[in-house]
């Protein structure tokens, strides 16, 4: 019944002649597991979760199907599936270790939990990106956290076009870099954001997909937050000023005065050495 269990948790189908020795029992319900966590496609850092990060990620959990969630992440889980079926899982989830003292009303108790570490763990790569975007959208003024990479790169537009740098400010490679991409028309929220950013920020230096560990995380979080801030210092925008004011309606006029293809010349030219 347990091995059963672990297929329809899993979301696999009991295949319609299982061989009723339990060796060969195991060995079809370790396959099919293992089948199933790698068509997952977690990422490799997930092995190295901690039980108070799963927790902040699914609080709602109940202590036992978080550790039997954890006990599922860990680097061997594929390759060492057998042992995690008969014994470790089990334990995990509440069951004694001898098999023999397990009784029908606990084994149906620790599949339900099982079956909710499974369907955590399908989720895990959608939930560990949102909160990763939650955690960049709170670095640049939002009330809101954005719900979306794309949410995010729209709103870390509207957070640039507060500020100007100039070619010559003195900015540190990361400030540059995160000022010059979010100036881009580029709609891959995704791409821009989770894989060619980190993998330039010198703290980070690797896509969101090639992290070796979730604290790589902390570091992006930090890089971002630093550049960020040094936008801010250079680049708020104070009052002109008399002279100022005065220049942009004398520059106002003049534009006013030549033909559209002329015009559009200024414009991209104004552009492009301000890099706006």
Same mark, same amino acid.
């Given at each position: 019944?347990? @091995?059963?269990?672990? @297929?329809?948790?899993?979301?696999?189908?009991?295949?319609?002649?299982?061989? $009723? %020795?339990?060796?060969?029992?195991?060995?079809?319900?370790?396959?099919?597991?293992?089948?199933?966590? =790698? %068509?997952?496609?977690?990422? &490799?850092?997930?092995?190295?979760?901690?039980?108070?990060?799963?927790?902040?990620?699914?609080?709602?959990?109940?202590?036992?199907?978080?550790?039997?969630? !954890?006990?599922?992440?860990? /680097?061997?889980? !594929?390759?060492?599936?057998?042992?995690? !079926?008969?014994?470790?899982?089990?334990?995990?989830?509440?069951?004694?270790? #001898?098999?023999?003292?397990?009784?029908?009303?606990?084994? %149906?108790?620790?599949? %339900?939990?099982?079956?909710?570490?499974? =369907?955590?763990?399908?989720?895990?790569?959608?939930? @560990?990106?949102?909160? @990763?975007?939650?955690?960049?959208?709170?670095?640049?003024?939002?009330?809101?956290?954005?719900?979306?990479?794309?949410?995010?790169?729209?709103?870390? =537009?509207?957070?640039? &076009?507060?500020?100007?740098?100039?070619?010559?400010?003195?900015?540190?490679?990361?400030?540059?870099?995160?000022?010059?991409?979010?100036?881009?028309? *580029?709609?891959?929220?995704?791409?821009?954001?989770?894989?060619?950013?980190?993998? =330039?920020?010198?703290?980070? /230096? &690797?896509?969101? #997909? #090639?992290?070796? $560990?979730?604290?790589?995380?902390?570091?992006?979080?930090?890089?971002? $937050?630093? +550049?960020?801030?040094?936008?801010? *210092? $250079?680049?708020?925008?104070?009052?002109?000023?008399? /002279?100022?004011? &005065?220049?942009?309606? *004398?520059?106002?006029? /003049?534009?006013? +005065?030549?033909?559209?293809?002329?015009?559009?010349?200024?414009?991209?030219?104004?552009?492009?050495?301000?890099?706006?």
């Amino acid at each position: 019944m347990w @091995l059963m269990g672990i @297929l329809h948790a899993s979301g696999r189908g009991v295949p319609a002649n299982l061989p $009723h %020795e339990r060796q060969r029992l195991t060995n079809v319900v370790a396959t099919e597991l293992s089948t199933w966590l =790698r %068509e997952q496609q977690l990422p &490799a850092f997930v092995a190295d979760l901690s039980s108070d990060e799963v927790a902040g990620i699914y609080p709602q959990a109940d202590p036992q199907t978080l550790t039997a969630l !954890i006990s599922l992440l860990r /680097r061997d889980a !594929i390759t060492a599936t057998r042992m995690l !079926i008969s014994q470790d899982v089990p334990i995990a989830l509440g069951l004694d270790a #001898n098999a023999a003292l397990w009784i029908e009303d606990d084994v %149906e108790a620790a599949i %339900e939990h099982l079956d909710s570490a499974c =369907r955590l763990i399908a989720s895990l790569p959608c939930d @560990l990106r949102k909160r @990763l975007i939650r955690e960049m959208s709170q670095i640049f003024g939002s009330d809101t956290a954005s719900a979306t990479s794309a949410d995010l790169l729209t709103q870390m =537009r509207n957070w640039r &076009a507060a500020y100007v740098i100039l070619p010559d400010d003195p900015l540190s490679p990361d400030a540059r870099l995160l000022y010059d991409s979010l100036g881009g028309g *580029e709609d891959d929220a995704d791409g821009l954001l989770l894989q060619r950013l980190p993998a =330039r920020i010198n703290d980070v /230096r &690797a896509a969101y #997909n #090639n992290w070796s $560990h979730w604290s790589t995380r902390e570091s992006y979080l930090t890089a971002l $937050h630093a +550049a960020a801030g040094e936008i801010v *210092e $250079h680049g708020t925008v104070g009052p002109g000023g008399d /002279r100022a004011d &005065a220049l942009w309606r *004398e520059f106002r006029e /003049r534009l006013g +005065a030549l033909g559209d293809d002329e015009q559009r010349w200024i414009v991209k030219t104004f552009r492009d050495e301000f890099q706006q």
